[in-house]
């Protein structure tokens, strides 16, 4: 296969390149590359070509919630946004804690997926925080990292048992920073909405307390934390302080936290209920800072879908989560790469190169030896996002009838087009 | 009578989305109302073959009859669909009930729900125009109505007046939408409780000033309402015991001296005697307590006059 004719991320600069694929690696990349190479030709004249887009945080809802998604949709939503490699988080029912369901995801999506799947497990058995899971076993059957994600372990003893465990593995510990007693029955960010809406409030304080303990934690056992979704300033100063005297952490965040805020929550919108919530822009500017900065490593969806009727409640009632993987590079690039905020070179750092050398895949660059994992995207292309054109099972984005520049037009994975023409049925 | 503006098949969630020229509308129409409740013969025909909806997810004594009474003297059929806790216990969402009642041919519905923004679903899923009748601690804005009316019929405007309401503040769907109707037409409100009862960046999200101190809030004040005090907050750990409460917020002949002579006082009901007011100023000749209530009826019969499109 050849993709010819594109602008082909080459780190810091976009180069007009031919890019020739052979089985699943890249084979070469270079100015021009004759067509009878390859039997088949993607010409990617007048757009850009990205290594495909790696995301950490992915709620792929199966097994058990399959009404919300299942790994083939959500992997063909991974696909459609321009993704290559997913990490589905073990909170499904039953949870990811043992090696059975570890490698039903991992046979379920190397059968039928639209992307590569890897498995995160969980870090304490049902992501109860009292007991450890196996991870030796886990490992087996191919876990890149330990979470509790969706929960969070509130015991400091156990969660630095279960650190110290895991750094046995020289696996990444994640954290979904949130103290249950200061979250209780919080709906949105404490502050300004909270008031206005007379939801209750789910205090920074909340994840900042966490973050802080975790960060002593990892300091103290040597190992390495990743912070899931942070969200607010004082968080991002305590990474940013941690990295300086050499702290093994890393952190992420999502889209919805570089660009939306609590004021998304006027008129009770349940698509904009998320954990953690949507804050302050003086916390959104943060997030945004820490990205440029480095202090964040990378961005991550928290892609977590949610059926209709399952959102269309009271505020109070409907599940926390946002639909995020067909969103995120047109919703980042068109408001934030073309208001200048971002250079397109760095969001293209954030969402691929940074998160694949997290995962240690060979992927993330389009250069020699890589693997073949391209996206070509059509910066001038509108995407409309709407119930009849999203892939996903679910629909619930806060950008649901909005559209966006930055369409994927092709998605290749491991050298096979998953996403575009000629896309396996 | 105010021919200019339009309330017909809007909703009522809340005061921010009126106009002061339309509060006052409301206020004019509700003294038509209440010289009606003052016949010998309280019925009006101007309603007659509408049918309105009182959707009632929250215990409630009052307000609901205060609803049913003003449909009845307009001459409106009313339904009643009466659920205590939430609809989830029941196993039918909120939006699977709206459907079935509207099915039945409904022109307005009236919602009390314990969660907030719940009016705004029903009217999503009907179309019909939304009465809210308090949706958790968000807002109430038929009690403001109510309240800002008994001040207006005793002090004339409201503008300038130096207002203030004590008590649990973070719970109060009434506080926050008498905040909005009273900045509206020009008061200068404080609201003053203990710091674990009051919710944050109030004075950024309302324009009002936020007092600690009962004397200190209470100075000058034209204007004094108490607010009920639940002993619930005490087990959530919001403030030691009722007593200790008292000691610093209850309004007494103590604490109302700082107000000024004849500062009006005000409660939505119901009282905790005792606890967040004392009988002596309850009952005394500047309450309007139960002047209140009258003036319950009167402000939702002008609503639903209104937002249905009566004729007088």
């Not at chain 1, 009404?67 to 990490?87: L, N, P, Q, R, V």
């Not at chain 1, 979704?229 to 093994?248: D, F, L, P």
Request: proline share 3%.
């Amino acid at each position: 296969m050849l993709v010819k004719n594109g602008l082909v991320y080459q780190g810091d600069k976009f180069e007009k390149l031919d890019v020739l694929i052979k089985g699943t690696k890249i084979e070469r990349v270079a100015p021009s590359i004759d067509e009878t190479e390859a039997t088949k030709i993607i010409d990617a004249e007048g757009k850009h070509v990205f290594p495909g887009f790696v995301d950490l945080h992915t709620h792929l809802r199966d097994p058990g919630q399959t009404h919300k998604e299942d790994i083939i949709s959500g992997t063909k939503a991974a696909a459609k946004g321009g993704y290559t490699t997913i990490c589905a988080m073990p909170n499904t029912d039953p949870i990811v804690d043992n090696i059975a369901t570890v490698e039903y995801i991992k046979r379920k999506a190397k059968d039928v997926g639209y992307c590569k799947v890897s498995v995160i497990g969980a870090l304490t058995k049902k992501s109860e925080g009292k007991e450890l899971t196996e991870v030796a076993s886990m490992l087996e059957g191919g876990i890149v990292a330990v979470s509790d994600d969706g929960g969070c372990v509130q015991n400091t003893k156990i969660k630095l048992n279960a650190m110290k465990y895991a750094s046995n593995f020289n696996i990444p510990v994640i954290v979904h920073a949130e103290d249950y007693s200061l979250s209780a029955k919080g709906q949105i960010n404490a502050g300004r909405m909270s008031t206005k809406l007379g939801l209750g409030g789910i205090p920074a304080l909340a994840e900042e307390i966490i973050i802080s303990r975790d960060i002593m934690l990892a300091e103290n056992l040597n190992c390495h934390l990743h912070i899931a979704h942070i969200s607010t300033a004082k968080a991002i100063q305590m990474v940013r302080e941690a990295k300086s005297r050499g702290v093994k952490v890393t952190c992420e965040v999502t889209p919805h936290h570089l660009l939306l805020t609590e004021d998304a929550c006027d008129n009770y919108d349940t698509n904009t209920k998320v954990k953690p919530p949507l804050r302050t822009e003086k916390d959104r500017l943060a997030c945004l800072e820490g990205l440029l900065d480095n202090t964040i490593d990378f961005i991550a969806s928290d892609h977590a879908p949610h059926s209709d009727f399952e959102k269309e409640k009271e505020f109070n009632l409907a599940p926390f989560g946002i639909n995020v993987l067909e969103t995120s590079f047109a919703s980042l690039y068109t408001e934030l790469v073309l208001e200048n905020k971002i250079e397109l070179t760095k969001l293209i750092e954030k969402l691929s190169t940074s998160p694949a050398k997290f995962l240690k895949i060979n992927s993330g660059l389009i250069k020699e030896g890589c693997l073949a994992d391209i996206t070509v995207v059509d910066l001038e292309g509108d995407i409309h996002f709407s119930a009849e054109t999203m892939v996903s099972k679910s629909n619930n984005t806060p950008f649901i009838n909005q559209t966006f520049k930055g369409r994927v037009d092709t998605t290749i994975c491991d050298g096979v087009v998953t996403w575009g023409a000629g896309t396996k049925s | 009578m105010q021919n200019e503006l339009n309330f017909v098949g809007r909703c009522l969630y809340d005061l921010n989305d009126y106009t002061a020229e339309e509060i006052y509308a409301i206020l004019e129409a509700s003294k038509v109302m209440k010289e009606i409740n003052k016949r010998d013969y309280k019925k009006l025909p101007t309603l007659k073959g509408k049918t309105i909806c009182t959707l009632f997810f929250e215990n409630s004594t009052r307000t609901l009859m205060s609803f049913e009474l003003a449909a009845d003297r307009l001459s409106a059929d009313i339904v009643r669909f009466a659920s205590n806790g939430s609809s989830l216990a029941k196993g039918e969402s909120l939006q699977d009930t709206v459907y079935t009642i509207n099915a039945m041919g409904i022109d307005l519905y009236v919602i009390r729900h314990n969660l907030p923004g719940s009016p705004q679903l029903v009217h999503k899923h009907t179309g019909k125009p939304v009465l809210n009748a308090g949706d958790g601690h968000h807002a109430h804005p038929t009690q403001a109505l109510l309240d800002i009316f008994s001040i207006w019929e005793k002090l004339g405007s409201l503008d300038g007046l130096k207002i203030t309401l004590v008590g649990d503040i973070a719970h109060s769907r009434v506080v926050r939408s008498n905040l909005i109707g009273m900045r509206k037409l020009g008061a200068e409100v404080t609201v003053c409780g203990p710091k674990t009862l009051m919710p944050s960046q109030m004075s950024e999200v309302y324009g009002c000033k936020v007092e600690y101190d009962l004397k200190t809030a209470l100075k000058d004040a034209d204007v004094v309402m108490g607010l009920r005090m639940q002993l619930e907050r005490q087990s959530e750990g919001l403030f030691p015991s009722l007593e200790e409460y008292s000691k610093l917020f209850t309004l007494s002949k103590e604490t109302m001296k700082y107000a000024k002579k004849d500062a009006l006082v005000l409660h939505p009901g119901p009282m905790n005697r005792g606890i967040e007011i004392l009988p002596e100023i309850a009952d005394s000749s500047r309450s309007v307590i139960l002047e209140q209530v009258t003036n319950g009826v009167a402000v939702r019969m002008a609503l639903l006059f209104l937002m249905l499109g009566g004729r007088m």
